[in-house]
């Protein structure tokens, strides 16, 4: 008699819910929409909303959308308005987008696709 495979790393590797995961994926991009129309009146708003989304991500374990990595500073972990808060630069020769963030000066550097770069503002 075949016996059936035992799965030994069931419990441990159960996953949450994906119902679950659709809501923390949902208030990640709510968070950071809301981030985007608190800035110009309320930045620090904007940057708690960026602290929130970061918490649901790793609590749920689902990753912030690249484009909406880009929207916050991998350093101090200011929400970033480009032309307010950061400054962008282009490179079309080698494809890629440098980021500074004005606050604490980091510089972070984005490979970047036509289809990415669509969602660049
Ligand atoms: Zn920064």
Known sequence: ??????????RRNRRKPTEQLEIA???????FSQAEIEFPAHP???????ELARKISMKFN????G???????RECKNYLVYGKNARVRLNSDRKYI??????????????????KNQNLR
């Open 1 to 10: 008699m075949a016996e059936k495979p035992k799965k030994f790393h069931n």
């Open 25 to 31: 994926r949902e208030r990640i991009e709510i968070l």
């Open 67 to 73: 484009t909406l990595k880009k929207r916050f500073c």
């Open 44 to 50: 620090e708003l904007s940057n708690r909303y960026v």
């Open 98 to 115: 440098l980021i500074t963030c004005l606050n604490c000066s980091n510089k972070m550097k984005y490979g970047y696709s036509k289809e």
């Open 62 to 65: 689902v990753p912030i959308p």
